[in-house]
Structures are given as C-alpha cells and as structure tokens.
C-alpha cells in the first residue's frame, strides 16, 4: 500500500491552467476507473471535487477536471482563482479493495 | 443536510485503547459504505478502514490490521473505530467519512470535521 505519487507543489497565476499528476500502478490508478480527486484548504475538512477519474460531484465547478492515461492520473484546474489556493490530494481504490492516497500536492495562486 | 460527527478523541499512553464514534445525520445510512481517514499533524492524508454498507466486509490499511476494528450500528447511525496497542505513529485528527455507494469501490464523498487523537506518555 505504497502513497501514490505527486508533486509536492504547483504553482500559477489566476486565470491560468495547471495540472497536478497522481502516479500509481497497475494494481491501483491504472487497474481501475476509481480516482478521486480532493481538495483541503488549512484546517478544513477535504471537500470531493472529482470521483471515478472524471466526475463532478454536484455544486463542484468545471473548472476542474481529471482524466488518466495508464498508471498516471491528473487533475486540471482551469482559469485559476484565488481561493483555488489550497492542497490537493488523489485517492485510488486497489486490487486489495483498500485505498491509497497520494502524498498531497500544495498549490501556490501567485 | 447530511453531516458527519466525530467524537472520542484525546490524549492516550502509547499501549492504551481508544474507540472513536461518528454519529450521522441526513441520510440513510445503512444504505452506505463508510470510511476512517487520518491526517498526522503537517502531514497528507491516510485511508485506514472502511465496513460496507452491510456490516459484514471490512478493509483496513497495513498499518492498523491488527490493531484497529472499524463497525457501525445501523440502528443508531453510527460508526465507530476500535483502536488498540496504540503508538506515537497512530497521533492524527480521524476523519470519518461516507462512501459514496455501498461497496468497498466507492470513495468518500462526505467528511466529517474530525476530532484529534494524541497518542504521548
């Protein structure tokens, strides 16, 4: 049950694009359409912004978006705002019928 | 509205037992699956067990097999998370949460706030 892979910061301007990697293997990210995608703001509770590598979850804005190729999935938040400012976490389901986190990505809204 | 309560934490001897609980409200909830998740202080998140929705499957993370039993009591909307031998390690705010369905393959959608576990002689 090793952490899923991601950067340990990102970093963009609002109104820009970035897009934040989640790693895993076959026996997690890749052998399963079960990603999901959290966001938690300091002292706060994680919030569900996407689930099942591309679903929204109702009242979320579609300025986030995931998908996954391989092993690899990937979280992309489009025209950047502030309050986007925050650190985001994958989750994959796994052939243990566990789940594994990623290591949390902090975003940076310079 | 459907919200999440957690209750039971506090400071503990490394080797002593706790039993968190987090009562819900707002939805049926012996038609979900549920969650325990734990973030050490500055650290990211971890999953550490989930029961189905039935009561009778439950997972648990490497770290706490063993150690750590997660149940629920559909009768009074609760979930509870049995915690034995307990180590420096195991010092984290525990985040119940629901699964977003009633099986082990649906993620957690809704949290709870959390309530804080010290483990420290």
């Known amino acids: 049950q090793s952490a899923l892979t991601q950067p340990a910061s990102v970093s963009g301007s609002p109104g820009q694009s970035i897009t934040i990697s989640c790693a895993g293997t076959?026996?997690?990210?890749?052998?399963?359409?079960?990603v999901s995608w959290y966001q938690q703001h300091p002292g706060k509770a994680p919030k569900l912004i996407i689930y099942d590598v591309s679903n929204w979850p109702s009242g979320v804005s579609n300025r986030f978006s995931g998908s996954k190729s391989g092993n690899t999935a990937s979280l992309t938040i489009s025209g950047l705002q502030v309050e986007d400012e925050a650190e985001y976490f994958c989750s994959s389901y796994t052939s243990s019928r566990t789940w594994v986190f990623g290591g949390g990505t902090k975003l940076t809204v310079l | 509205q459907v919200q999440l309560v957690e209750s039971g934490g506090g400071v503990v001897q490394p080797g002593r037992s706790l039993r968190l609980s987090c009562a819900t409200f707002?939805?049926?909830?012996?038609?979900?699956?549920m969650h325990w998740v734990r973030q050490a202080p500055g650290k990211g998140l971890e999953w550490v067990a989930l029961i189905s929705y039935g009561e009778n499957n439950t997972y648990y993370a490497d770290s706490v097999k063993g150690r750590f039993t997660i149940s629920r009591d559909n009768s009074k909307n609760t979930l509870y998370l049995q915690m034995n031998s307990l180590t420096a390690d195991d010092t984290a705010v525990y985040y119940c949460?629901?699964?977003?369905?009633?099986?082990?393959?649906?993620?957690?959608?809704?949290w709870g706030q959390g309530t804080t576990v010290t483990v420290s002689s």
């Open positions: 949460a629901r699964g977003s369905c009633r099986s082990s393959n649906c993620p957690p959608d809704v």
């Open positions: 076959s026996s997690d990210v890749g052998g399963y359409n079960y």
């Open positions: 707002g939805f049926t909830f012996s038609s979900y699956s």
